[in-house]
């Protein structure tokens, strides 16, 4: 089993950049896909970024291409957002999520998360 705890939220302006960091303890990250998910009030838990096992190979979401970078340090067992050009429409809580399947792109195949990290961006 793997605990997850996100940080690196907060409040900025339209075109800043955050940088979000999941620390894991438990079990190696190495051992899981991870992705990065996020929810708007109101709005369904969306799939922001996945990484694989080895970090080679990256998937993001429409929105966020080019802006938002995923990476991994398995070394320090933690996983990484870089968000950059930030939107108001970015606003949301960012969650980390590990999934023991080595690829999948769907909320379900997720079964540890952290408790969630604020983001909100102002226009």
């Known amino acids: 089993q793997v605990q997850l705890v996100e940080s690196g939220g907060a409040m900025v302006q339209a075109g800043d950049s955050l940088r979000l960091a999941c620390a894991a303890s438990?079990?190696?990250?190495?051992?899981?896909?991870m992705a990065w998910f996020r929810q708007a009030p109101g709005k369904e838990r969306e799939r922001v970024a996945t990484?694989?096992?080895?970090?080679?190979?990256?998937y993001y979401a429409d929105s966020v291409e080019g802006r938002f970078t995923i990476s991994r340090d398995n070394a320090k067992n933690t996983l990484y957002l870089e968000m950059n050009s930030l939107k108001a429409e970015d606003t949301a809580v960012y969650y980390c999520?590990?999934?023991?399947?080595?690829?999948?792109?769907?909320?379900?195949?997720?079964?540890?998360w952290g408790q969630g990290t604020q983001v909100t961006v102002s226009s």
């Open positions: 999520a590990a999934s023991s399947q080595t690829y999948c792109r769907h909320s379900e195949c997720f079964a540890y």
């Open positions: 438990g079990r190696t990250v190495s051992n899981y896909l």
């Open positions: 990484i694989t096992r080895s970090g080679v190979n990256t």
